[in-house]
């Protein structure tokens, strides 16, 4: 990509993974390396054979070194080296009597017999007031509707009514237009909503 030349560098290359590590100089250009990856993944395999760059890490911007030219730089990737893990020490006793003495200080946390009491009476009332404002569907009768069906069957029904009057209506204007005399039936006045 010729808008990058100049703008990234190569700083690692790790042969086991094929993971190569760059550097760009400013947070847009590392946002444009990111979109841009699988791109670059292929030109860099295209550019040195046998590198098979497998992955980019890109890392934090930084300002690039003045070099003649971005084309004498070497463009073969040079192996780094495997890098040691990193070994856990042992705390140091001061440390551990610290822990050890924060969670003597802080005991665990106990519940309250008289706040737990209070919770469960709130949640008796609560269980009861929803119980009246929401019957159970076991104490109607099984033939008979529930308030919401009840609702959605009334707009269903005036709809199929206002449709009806919608379709008279339109075949007696077709019938006029075609210049034939047709008396509508007499609908009953709709509802409005407020």
């Not at 550019?47 to 890109?58: C, E, F, M, Q, S």
């Not at 080296?81 to 705390?91: D, I, L, Q």
């Amino acid at each position: 990509m010729p808008e990058l030349v100049g703008r990234i560098q190569g700083v690692a290359f790790d042969v086991d993974t094929g993971r190569l590590d760059v550097v760009p100089d400013a947070p847009a250009v590392g946002t444009k390396l990111r979109w841009s990856a699988p791109k670059l993944i292929a030109a860099a395999n295209e550019t040195v054979p046998g590198a098979n760059v497998r992955a980019l890490h890109i890392l934090a911007p930084a300002p690039m070194k003045a070099s003649s030219s971005p084309a004498a730089a070497d463009t073969t990737p040079q192996p780094t080296t495997p890098a040691v893990p990193v070994e856990r020490r042992t705390p140091p006793d001061g440390y551990r009597r610290a822990i050890e003495a924060h969670r003597q200080a802080a005991p665990p946390s106990q519940v309250d017999p008289t706040i737990a009491q209070a919770v469960e009476r709130q949640n008796a009332v609560m269980r009861e007031l929803s119980q009246r404002a929401f019957p159970e569907a076991e104490q109607r009768a099984d033939d008979q509707p529930g308030p919401t069906d009840t609702g959605v069957q009334q707009r269903r029904r005036e709809f199929a009514a206002t449709e009806t009057a919608a379709l008279l209506r339109a075949r007696a204007e077709r019938a006029h237009r075609a210049g034939a005399a047709v008396l509508l039936p007499r609908a009953a006045p709709l509802r409005t909503s407020a």
